[in-house]
């Protein structure tokens, strides 16, 4: 239903760019983002985008370096990730849900979940 895909290998300082469609028709309520979850560590909100307004919203790790945007006609959303950190490694996940309630940045919030994408940034 979510279908991510862009993950790879880079260096530090570069950039990548993960995309994620979705077959699951999104509204003017619903919400879409990015989780990642790094080996031996607990899932992580990164990003999140509002379908209707486009408002978006970041965790502090990710600010000024990664940006979330969407293509409503596609159904798709995409994450730029520039100035890539080794911390940055991670499998990344995408997330969708119709009746986006405002809790942004919890794992609950979202009805739906990709299969994952690793990135893997090296120093």
């Known amino acids: 239903q979510l279908q991510a895909s862009g993950g790879g290998s880079v260096q530090a300082g570069g950039s990548l760019r993960l995309s994620c469609e979705s077959s699951?028709?999104?509204?003017?309520?619903?919400?879409m983002g990015w989780f990642r979850q790094a080996p031996g560590k607990e899932r992580e909100f990164v990003a999140t985008?509002?379908?209707?307004?486009?408002?978006?919203y970041y965790a502090d790790s990710v600010k000024g370096r990664f940006t979330i945007s969407r293509d409503q006609a596609e159904n798709t959303v995409f994450l730029q990730m520039n100035s890539l950190k080794p911390e940055d490694t991670a499998v990344y996940y995408c997330?969708?849900?119709?009746?986006?309630?405002?809790?942004?940045?919890?794992?609950?919030?979202?009805?739906?979940w990709g299969q994952g994408t690793q990135v893997t940034v090296s120093s």
């Open positions: 985008i509002r379908w209707g307004t486009g408002r978006t």
């Open positions: 699951i028709r999104m509204y003017s309520s619903s919400a």
């Open positions: 997330v969708g849900d119709r009746a986006y309630s405002g809790s942004y940045s919890s794992s609950n919030e979202y009805a739906f």
